[in-house]
């Protein structure tokens, strides 16, 4: 039935035969994400599963479009409000290209570029977003209240401060839990909370940072979408470039309202801790509850979090802040986990430099020999450009071979990768080769890397060896 319905709306928004449909990966959610094309138009479709989320998502989208923002215009939507066709934004997500920082712990000067480029497009969401918006259409709720922050106070409670043995007052702790809700709750202001404002959520097209995913947003105060971007657990930004992402925010901030940033700052950190303690209850539910081991793997990079936090004591909290000082220090906390995921290192290459060598030392995979699909680089005008270029991607999918080799590869890889899951391996390694290493095996890797990395639990490395690319997903 989705396929019937979106072919419709495209069609008959576009004028063109639909001629490919690729189903995206998503993070999570319910709703599915297709690409859609027809001729020369590219967009995106999605099959909700809830009424009310989509009316959420494409109310605040037209609405956000009027301010100036940069959201994905909604081109058309099913009469039952159940699907609808958006912008096709591209495959740029700030996730992946800050994928080595978020590795190694060291970002370079292009990554903290493209983050402050981020951060300081966020006041103009909170203020702009919210001129004239009618917030009841906000989904499931219009607004921050007391009821979310104890229903993500219990989660951290129940679902990580409980199953780590550690044992408490529950009734002293709860006296806390008051006193945080009610300072939490002051100087809320009229502003829009994104509340999923991270890097999954970004996408970034000729340079500039769009945004998507905002359907769960609501009126909020503005230090909850700043602590939740800075103090991503995992992504392990360094002090100094936390401390230049504020900087960087309260700058932008300044054009909206005076700024007083000690005063700023103190609230801050209200909500880094909430935030650090929601993003630990989300952490046990995962792991604990639903025997997802890797979600543990990153408890300790939050305990360091909330380890610098608690530098400065949280005085009016005094029982919450001994409790969470005792989490900082136990023992099984302090090491970072080992994550055993299969890993997957995908590579393109030039065969007359010869095959790429596995250095895990288990040998085995697969060589797949690209020299079949037409190739762009006998061109004389692709020849400047790679299997990442626009230019490359439309001589690869209009000529269509490249399709239908991938999904050759798709199955053969699907299999092994599902076995060794089983099997418990750790790692496994694909490569692409081509005449020169530039073209059809770096589209190739870079498509069987993306769909690997949405459709298992597992590691990937691509390595496009004749670029000196190495990014990992």
């Not at 402050?116 to 921050?144: H, V």
């Not at 099984?332 to 250095?359: C, T, W």
Request: charge should be neutral.
């Amino acid at each position: 039935m989705a396929d019937d319905i979106l072919q419709i709306l495209f069609e008959t928004y576009t004028g063109q035969k639909l001629s490919e449909k690729t189903e995206l990966s998503t993070s999570g959610s319910n709703r599915r994400y297709f690409r859609l094309k027809g001729g020369n138009i590219s967009v995106i479709g999605v099959a909700g599963t809830s009424f009310e989320e989509n009316r959420a998502f494409i109310g605040l989208s037209q609405h956000f479009k009027g301010k100036g923002l940069r959201v994905p215009t909604v081109l058309s939507v099913s009469e039952d409000g159940m699907f609808y066709i958006q912008e096709d934004l591209g495959d740029q997500v700030l996730y992946q290209m800050l994928s080595q920082g978020r590795e190694t712990g060291s970002y370079s000067s292009y990554e903290c570029d493209l983050l402050c480029r981020t951060i300081e497009q966020l006041p103009k969401i909170q203020f702009k977003g919210a001129e004239g918006l009618d917030f009841s259409i906000c989904y499931p709720q219009p607004a921050f209240d007391g009821r979310m922050i104890d229903f993500d106070l219990n989660y951290f409670k129940y679902c990580f401060l409980k199953a780590t043995g550690l044992e408490f007052n529950e009734v002293t702790l709860q006296e806390d839990f008051e006193r945080l809700k009610a300072d939490l709750l002051q100087d809320m202001g009229d502003t829009f909370m994104y509340r999923d404002f991270q890097a999954r959520n970004v996408m970034f097209r000729d340079g500039v940072p769009y945004f998507i995913d905002y359907q769960g947003g609501r009126k909020g105060p503005i230090y909850y979408d700043v602590a939740s971007f800075i103090w991503q657990a995992r992504s392990r930004y360094p002090e100094d470039l936390k401390k230049e992402l504020v900087r960087t925010y309260l700058r932008a901030l300044k054009g909206y309202m005076p700024v007083d940033e000690k005063a700023f700052n103190e609230r801050l950190r209200l909500f880094v801790l909430f935030r650090s303690l929601q993003v630990l209850g989300a952490y046990g539910f995962r792991g604990y509850f639903e025997k997802k081991p890797h979600f543990l793997a990153s408890v300790p990079y939050a305990l360091g979090n909330l380890r610098r936090l608690l530098q400065k004591p949280f005085d009016d909290y005094p029982y919450l802040n001994a409790i969470l000082t005792k989490l900082t220090t136990m023992p099984q906390f302090n090491e970072i986990v080992e994550d055993k995921r299969l890993e997957v290192h995908i590579y393109s290459f030039a065969y007359k430099k010869g095959i790429p060598v596995d250095r895990t030392g288990n040998g085995g995979g697969y060589v797949f020999d690209c020299r079949s699909i037409n190739n762009p680089g006998k061109y004389e005008h692709y020849r400047q450009f790679n299997g990442n270029d626009p230019e490359v991607i439309r001589f690869l999918e209009d000529d269509g071979e490249v399709m239908v080799f991938l999904d050759s590869v798709y199955k053969l890889v699907d299999a092994h990768v599902n076995r060794f899951i089983q099997r418990k391996f750790t790692h496994l390694q694909v490569c692409f080769g081509c005449t020169g290493g530039q073209h059809r095996s770096v589209y190739c890797a870079e498509h069987l890397a993306s769909h690997l990395s949405g459709k298992f639990d597992i590691k990937v490395t691509l390595t496009h060896r004749e670029l000196d690319i190495e990014k990992i997903l």
